[in-house]
């Protein structure tokens, strides 16, 4: 453009143009697809195969579920009212089996005129949760979270009211040797001997105490035997059990793998590396068999004790190396600030860096208890009910189901999935509320 025509044409604008609507192919339903399906040829094709796969288990599947029979008394039976409403050629679920037997799946074996005692543990289970999962739940619930332990022990397996408070009473006597040798002065000797303290407790005066109380005001509920528990029950039990106590058992392995004490380093590495080299069946094994012969003559070690105490220590190896991974990843300026503040090594832990590696090591904790969750079916191995294999093969043993075998793995995964995603969503959630440094 010249000098002079560009004295004599003006640059901008002096009349607006009329709106004009947006491309189609950059609003709505099309750009979404454009930008989620078809962005590629790679992600076209893999849309299509993907679509075609959806549409063959459609086809396959939907007529099975919905040719489904929920009242019948027998395999035979529900394919007699199949074949009677669809044909002879059709198929579908029977469903009838999950309404006759829901109570062996979700119970096992435990008495039923005592349902309401594990389903009313179940509703305490939650209201003991809420104050420590979400900050917004009443603080005086604390208290039923501290109590839990020994309600649960007694709705679930029942027998003496003193048994559980004598159990407390530990806990009692092992707070109270750390408070005085902290006042003593000596923080280092409080934790240890406050443990001696309760092992001692357990081991020597709990049972004493528990027969004298129980003498003088005999309170008990009818007990239950550790036979009669299965299904879900008993998946919920040892599951919520070693979660809740393998969590702060690998923080202590976590710390003390990357301790300065060459005793309690070598300690921590060898029992860590000694669990995730071997496989859980063979720890449910040696908690089934061996530990008998390590135990006193007449020793009565409850099964499904042992088998969460095996559950707990194997879960919490690989939650300490979870946790490790979160120590590592903090910058060392994070434990030189705890030094210059002057706090020492316990406070620094507590207040700078565990809930800064905690908080990055949410999804792999969550994923190992989610894992632990599932990996409780394996107590089949030790002559435990548990719902996918044990009670499925009890109900398909009855002769009038014999034959059955999709309806009752899909009721019990459903019921598996339900809990593992509510545990995962919940770990979103807490990612959501913690993730601060960007705000």
């Not at 999962?133 to 003193?162: D, E, H, K, N, T």
């Not at 620094?348 to 990996?375: N, Y």
Request: with cysteine; proline share 5%; aromatic share 14%.
């Amino acid at each position: 453009m010249s000098d002079t025509h560009a004295e004599t044409v003006a640059f901008v604008r002096e009349t607006m143009l009329p709106q004009a609507a947006p491309p189609a192919s950059q609003t709505g339903a099309v750009r979404w697809l454009r930008e989620n399906l078809f962005s590629t040829w790679v992600n076209g094709a893999l849309t299509v195969l993907g679509l075609l796969a959806i549409f063959w288990l459609g086809t396959h599947l939907l007529p099975w579920f919905l040719h489904g029979v929920w009242n019948a008394n027998s395999l035979a039976e529900c394919r007699e009212i199949i074949a009677n409403r669809w044909g002879d050629e059709a198929s579908g679920a029977c469903w009838a089996v999950i309404r006759e037997r829901w109570n062996q799946f979700l119970f096992g074996f435990y008495p039923s005129h005592l349902y309401w005692r594990p389903i009313l543990a179940l509703l305490l289970l939650f209201a003991a949760l809420a104050p420590v999962l979400f900050g917004s739940a009443p603080r005086q619930l604390l208290i039923l979270s501290l109590a839990y332990p020994g309600l649960a022990y007694l709705l679930l397996w029942g027998g003496s009211v003193w048994f559980p408070i004598s159990a407390y009473l530990g806990f009692g006597a092992g707070i109270a040797a750390f408070l005085l040798l902290r006042r003593a002065g000596q923080s280092l000797l409080a934790p240890i001997v406050a443990v001696l303290a309760a092992v001692l407790w357990w081991l020597f005066l709990a049972g004493p105490v528990e027969r004298g109380l129980q003498s003088m005001i005999p309170l008990a509920m009818e007990p239950v035997r550790s036979n009669a528990f299965g299904g879900f029950v008993l998946s919920i039990t040892i599951g919520v059990a070693a979660i809740a106590l393998s969590l702060p058992l690998g923080i202590v392995l976590a710390l003390g793998r990357r301790s300065d004490m060459f005793l309690v380093k070598a300690l921590s590495v060898g029992f860590i590396e000694f669990i995730r080299g071997v496989p859980l069946i063979t720890l449910l094994f040696t908690a089934s068999l061996l530990l008998n012969y390590f135990l006193p003559p007449g020793t009565n070690f409850d099964i499904i004790l042992r088998v969460i105490i095996m559950v707990t220590l194997f879960a919490a190896a690989y939650i300490a190396e979870v946790i490790r991974g979160g120590l590592a990843a903090l910058p060392r300026g994070q434990y030189e600030a705890a030094d210059a503040l002057g706090l020492d090594y316990f406070k620094s832990m507590r207040l700078i860096i565990l809930p800064q590696a905690l908080k990055i090591s949410i999804p792999g904790i969550v994923s190992t208890f989610i894992g632990l969750f599932k990996d409780t079916t394996l107590v089949i191995f030790v002559g435990l009910l548990d719902p996918l294999k044990g009670i499925t093969d009890a109900v398909r043993a009855a002769i009038e189901w014999k034959g059955i075998y999709w309806e009752p793995f899909i009721f019990v995964g459903a019921i598996f999935f339900v809990f593992n995603f509510a545990m995962s969503r919940y770990s979103m959630h807490l990612e959501r509320r913690l993730k601060r440094d960007h705000r």
